[in-house]
């Protein structure tokens, strides 16, 4: 589709990395389930870590950019190697499943495992689908103010990541006032930070154009962000709770939540990339991130676990 043979080797040396990945994934959020907070933090840090070395390493030895995906496998694989010697030095022993188990998780899983994909597909659509219609340079203009965009939502992930074990606990407990609080509280301290950042971000950028990729279009990357950006704050309120239905026990409904997302998303960008190119992009992704995406947590949350995210200082009155 993208005409890529670089691209298409590189997926099939990531295939293997996929494997270990998965396996090291479940070992990480179980140590976070667990409250090994330090361990699993480290495990989090030390993949980005190993993925910056092994590019470095590989572009030290090839100037070929499609072995570049085997930085993924490299970096997963050292982190399988670094859970090990975890596991050896605290005696840590696994015992076999029962078949209880295996049915119980397995039917989580399925319900579930939609939401992931489709989340993961969300933040990512836009950059695809303009593959399908722009140009190279305009897609790296793009791609640019899309990967601010992508780290600053990563760190809404980390503060997700922390929260979902508590909100799990407090949610299968039955105490929504204390979920309700929990919202309250957080979002202060997220609206405070998010926008200083953002402000930093927007004041630095065009220096660093200027400085790096001068005479280049990047500029306008600038203005791209710019409209992505209130998408970034608008949302980051939300994000670190929009997996709520899966921590209270609703993977099939977090699924449909999520491509309910997506498919907004796809026929928003569809429409206005092909009016306005890298423009209809980045309009299509605020629109979902200011509208559509809260406004349908907010439906669901309230529906089946009886929250309301936009108002939870009220239910933290009642509590």
Avoid at 160 to 179: M, Q, Y
Wanted: overall charge positive.
């Amino acid at each position: 589709v993208f005409n890529s043979p670089d691209m298409a080797f590189g997926l099939k040396v990531l295939c293997p990395a996929l494997f270990v990945f998965s396996i090291n994934k479940v070992v990480l959020f179980s140590l976070n389930g667990l409250g090994e907070v330090r361990i699993f933090a480290l495990g989090q840090s030390f993949r980005y870590v190993a993925i910056f070395f092994s590019v470095v390493m590989i572009s030290l030895l090839t100037t070929e950019p499609k072995w570049l995906a085997g930085s993924f496998l490299m970096a997963e694989l050292s982190l399988a190697i670094l859970f090990i010697g975890y596991f050896f030095s605290r005696n840590i022993t696994i015992a076999p499943p029962s078949f209880a188990w295996v049915r119980c998780h397995w039917l989580y899983g399925v319900k579930g495992f939609g939401s992931g994909f489709f989340l993961t597909m969300n933040i990512n659509i836009d950059v695809l689908i303009l593959g399908l219609f722009v140009s190279q340079r305009d897609l790296g203009i793009y791609g640019l103010a899309a990967a601010i965009v992508v780290g600053l939502f990563h760190i809404f992930t980390a503060i997700r990541v922390s929260f979902n074990p508590i909100l799990a606990n407090l949610i299968c407990g039955g105490r929504l006032s204390s979920v309700a609080n929990l919202i309250f509280n957080a979002r202060k301290y997220i609206i405070l930070g998010i926008i200083p950042i953002s402000a930093i971000l927007l004041t630095v950028l065009p220096f660093l154009i200027a400085q790096f990729l001068p005479d280049k279009g990047f500029e306008a990357s600038w203005y791209l962000l710019l409209v992505l950006i209130p998408g970034v704050i608008v949302y980051g309120l939300f994000f670190p709770f929009d997996q709520m239905l899966l921590m209270g026990g609703y993977p099939g409904q977090q699924t449909v939540l999520n491509l309910i997302v997506l498919l907004s998303n796809i026929v928003l960008n569809f429409v206005l990339i092909n009016f306005y190119g890298i423009w209809g992009a980045a309009i299509a992704r605020s629109v979902v991130t200011v509208f559509v995406a809260p406004i349908s947590l907010r439906v669901f949350i309230k529906k089946h676990i009886d929250i309301d995210i936009f108002f939870p200082r009220r239910q933290v009155n009642i509590g």
